[in-house]
């Protein structure tokens, strides 16, 4: 969560000034015949200054240094495909070295490891030729391990040899199962439009020889285009940078200045392209999150998790950017308004798809919060409440307050006379703290909401000082494992406060973490102003803890009803990254429960019986376990006719979610009389409006917190 409203304004001029130190010292005892180098005053600043300002200060030691070699060695070579035992064995002798390095203002393992990945690259671009100049058979058994983690380092060059060999097949091999579905769909195409006596587009059928040929020049390319994208001097020196960061914890990170003026677009949420967020890990760019209203959410194939292989320019032949960078990444993804862009992506099951997106204007409306009510049979009105995201005007320039927008919300439902709201929270990964307070304030009267713990032991508890309440009666919010930060901190208040029923995944992501942006240039010394710019650095300061006094962060928030979900088999979370913070609790501040609390007990029970006996219900268990199992399967047969079995019971169990919607019972919704006033009635824009809405109707999450609702009655 970044939270520039959040009051730390002498706080924050103390930790630049320890920056500003950081960076001097460089210049100070360089001496005049000894200039620092940019790469010592960008690294000893982020290491002296994170190592006195961080939540969790490291200590700069061998215990450091053999958390930097860990990480710089897996984002090194994460596919285990360049470096041989041999090299590993050569920069495991810095495996001790680098604090000491650090404090000498040296580099000797960033420039071996550099040296040494160069080298390899130049040498596995030869032998990809050699490999891909003879046509590969699929007729022999013979598997690959697709998890890298898994795999290790080639022993020598034969082994490395071999594995390439591998590699390069299954590629192939991908691509010729993708040319043989995409000639069977013209097949069925064809069948369609003869039996509707249709003129039907002819075109010539290709062998699987025919097919591999083609193959095997597309990887060729892929290949050539990712061994000449290789790292320049800054490149290396902002990856180094950032694993440094990202060692004290996943959300410490260092942006080279092309890198903060990218996170700076995301920050306005409002750009030409596909609306996508993007994160990079271990060689491959994932779907962060997808801008609610944008061009991904409306076509709504592209999802949170999937991973990007290829990027096309409409009908233009596709590039791999497997192994590329984020900010290189995005220069294809995004594009004009109304141009058509292709992704291959691999989803979490193992499966590929190609998803064709037209590029849009990110709507900003449907970023805001939204509600229609939910007409049951039964006769009551329930409110349905949708926040994608904390958003606040961090700059004072009379923007919108999620906070208000809420308060706005729940009064519109109040006058339609709804007897509960279900506050949908799911894929909302936080945003403005002090929004999150006063948003916990709209359904509980003043009193702590949650604490705030600095890196100098000084806690501030944070209080909702408006004694009204918004609105008191039923309350059911939706989480999964995507909700975080401040949508952790609101769920905390209510389960604490026992205000309401939090219903979803197991738990939410655990991110209970505040984090600031310091600019570096502006705390270098005028005598560094010629190795400008140094870019910025976005670190972690504070923690988050309940009212009971436990963190939200590493554990998250736990649901009061759990309920089958198809991110359940995804491995997601604060846990899953790389150091992060742990769990810990400090002491709890003084609050008075809700009066009227839900009988947890006979809610929980009761949706219990209702889930068993639901035969949706029962099928998103078994899809669940049934794509858990496949998650773990990662050796993949070489054997193309074993290999396209596979991926069609994967599509396969995929496609079940769709169906598993379709049996849903569908709900009522409606859009709220209030808006329908505001739009003066206009079909088209009530229409419009309701966007938000789309598949809610076939939820089955969604219906089972009416139901919860219901019994609340």
Known sequence: MFSPRLKISSYAGLVAAVFGLASYRFYEHSGPQAAPSKEQVLVGTIVQGLSQAHYQPERVDDAFSKRVFDLALKRLDYR???????????????????????KRGTHEFLDLSTKLMAERTKQMQALAHEILAKPFTFDTEETIQTDFEKATFPANAADQREQWRKLLKYETLTRVAEMMDEQDKRHDRTRVASLAKEPATAEPDRTPAQMEVEARKRVLKYYDEQFADQPDTN???????????NTYDPHTEYFAPRDKAEFDIQLTGRFEGIGATLREKDGLIYI????????????????????????????????SIEGWHTNKAVTLIRGKKGSEVRLTVKKPDGSTKVIPIIRDVVVVEDTYAQSAVINDPSGIKIGYLRLPAFYADFNDNGGRSSAEDVKKELA????????????????????????????????????????????????????????????????????????????????????????????????????????RIIDLDETLPAELASLKPFGSLKFTMQKFYR?????????????????????????????????????????????????????Y????????????????????????????????????????????????????????YETIQKTATPLALAPLAADRTALG?????????????????????????????????
């Open 288 to 319: 962060e999150d997808i801008v609610p209203g944008s061009a991904s959410y409306r076509q709504g194939e592209l999802k949170k998790g999937d991973a990007i292989l290829r990027v096309a320019q409409a009908a233009a032949e596709p590039v």
């Open 601 to 656: 007990a006979k809610l929980e029970a009761n949706s219990k019986a209702r889930v068993a006996a639901s035969p949706a219900f029962q099928q998103m268990t078994e899809l669940v376990q049934s794509l858990r199992k496949r998650k773990d399967e990662t050796v993949v047969s070489l054997k193309l006719d074993k290999y396209r079995t596979m991926q069609h019971l994967l599509k396969a169990e995929s496609d079940k």
């Open 412 to 515: 519109k439902l109040t006058a339609e006379g709804v007897k509960g709201v279900i506050f949908d929270l799911r894929n909302n990964g936080g945003g403005s703290l002090n929004d999150a307070v006063e948003m916990a304030g709209l359904f509980m009267p003043s009193g702590p909401m949650v604490q705030v713990h600095d890196s100098r032991g000084v806690t501030n508890v944070l209080n909702d000082k408006d004694p009204r309440v918004q609105y008191s009666g039923p309350l059911v919010v939706l989480v999964n494992k995507y909700s975080a930060s401040a949508s952790e901190i609101l769920a905390a208040a209510i389960q604490d406060y026992k205000r309401g029923i939090i219903m979803g995944t197991t738990t939410t992501y655990g991110k209970g973490t505040v984090q």
């Open 681 to 713: 009635g206009d079909s088209v824009k009530v229409n419009r409006a309701m966007r938000f809405t789309r598949g809610l109707n076939k939820d089955i999450t969604v219906g089972e917190a009416v139901n919860v609702i219901k019994d609340e009655q």
């Open 547 to 599: 009212v009971t006094g436990g963190s939200t962060q590493f554990k998250g928030v736990a649901s009061d009803i759990v309920l089958p979900d198809l991110f359940s088999y995804v491995d997601q979370g604060e846990k899953e990254s790389d150091y992060p913070l742990k769990w810990d609790e400090i002491k709890p501040a003084a609050y008075r429960p809700w009066d009227d609390q839900p009988n």
């Open 80 to 102: 285990k495909k360049f470096l041989l035992q041999s090299d590993i064995a050569q920069l495991t002798k810095y495996q001790l070295d680098i604090d000491d390095e650090t």
């Open 235 to 245: 490149e290396v020196l902002t990856n180094y940078a950032n694993v440094i960061a």
